[in-house]
């Protein structure tokens, strides 16, 4: 595809990457593989960046991580498929990588004459600082590393500072990793989704709502990580079940309710009043935790009933 894409361009000018639909139908007249054209397509129209930053000559590292990171999120590619043709792009439109510290050249390679985007996890830094930290020696100098690389990008490297304050987290009830498992999240990890749902399950301000959404996302379970927080996706689901059981449990009672409540009224106006309002709560509670909100607490919805039959029988007497 590289040497396609380099004919292509060098015909049609660099300009040619701001039509996808061109780029494509070039790709496949001189002879390239058609799912690799239909790709490109995809991305470029995904990712409307992407033309921009290659005409402007040399990218540094980190805006090429946020254009794979960008281009994953978009699409669904992924991450090796994004990262060669994003490479193959960056080789045939005669970029090159600038901008880099010396920590950050390892990132590269070359590879049969083609640029090869290296994995972030394939970073030596990043693994000698992963394996002091294991080792229990002195975390200063790794801990230093892991921030320059999260600074300058690095998804995994995000992730993998989260992971160290994540233990001190739970037992002091902090939040101190969860700001680079956000940083990991918007780098494309899908993996620190899942970490952060962790957070709202488990924390001290507990968002069960939040923490479903995050699980949504297609790749917070993926891989090792990703099955790290597999037990915590399981309890949701399982509280999610029960509580919409308890839904309709409260939706009887609230029903009930409501109609004791008019019967109520005909013994005393007033009371009977106040009763059917309190019970019109507690319906209107119950509904919107079924159809909106099915990981909202209960507990309003059995005050307001319980309010309601005091009220009911007080009425009575």
């Not at 930290?133 to 320059?148: C, H, T, V």
């Not at 399950?201 to 597999?230: C, Q």
Request: net charge positive; hydrophobic share 45%; with cysteine.
């Amino acid at each position: 595809m590289n040497r396609v894409l380099q004919q292509v361009i060098a015909q049609d000018g660099i300009s040619v990457l701001q039509d996808a639909a061109r780029l494509r139908e070039r790709v496949i007249e001189l002879g390239g593989n058609r799912q690799d054209a239909i790709t490109l397509e995809l991305m470029l129209t995904a990712c409307p960046s992407i033309a921009p930053a290659l005409s402007q000559g040399d990218l540094p590292q980190s805006e090429v991580n946020v254009l794979i990171s960008s281009v994953m999120r978009t699409t669904g590619l992924s991450v090796s498929t994004v990262r060669r043709v994003l490479g193959a792009l960056i080789t045939a439109s005669g970029n090159k990588l600038s901008g880099h510290a010396p920590f950050l050249l390892p990132i590269l390679r070359k590879k049969q004459g083609e640029l090869s985007l290296l994995g972030e996890m394939e970073d030596p830094v990043l693994r000698s600082a992963l394996e002091q930290i294991n080792s229990g020696a002195d975390p200063a100098q790794p801990l230093s590393d892991l921030e320059r690389l999260s600074q300058a990008g690095n998804a995994y490297a995000s992730y993998q500072l989260g992971n160290y304050y994540h233990p001190q987290d739970r037992k002091n009830g902090t939040d101190l990793g969860r700001p680079y498992y956000q940083l990991a999240a918007d780098l494309g990890y899908g993996p620190a989704y899942g970490a952060l749902a962790d957070y709202d399950i488990n924390g001290k301000k507990k968002n069960l709502r939040r923490a479903a959404a995050y699980f949504e996302h297609p790749t917070a379970l993926a891989g090792r990580d990703g099955r790290n927080w597999s037990a915590n996706a399981a309890n949701l689901l399982r509280y999610r079940s029960e509580n919409l059981g308890r839904c309709r449990q409260a939706l009887i009672l609230s029903g009930l309710g409501l109609l004791f409540s008019f019967f109520v009224v005909s013994l005393d106006l007033l009371w009977g009043f106040f009763a059917v309002l309190l019970a019109l709560g507690a319906l209107g509670a119950t509904l919107y935790s079924m159809l909106a909100a099915p990981y909202h607490s209960h507990r309003s919805t059995y005050l307001l009933l319980l309010i309601c039959w005091l009220l009911a029988v007080a009425a009575m007497l």
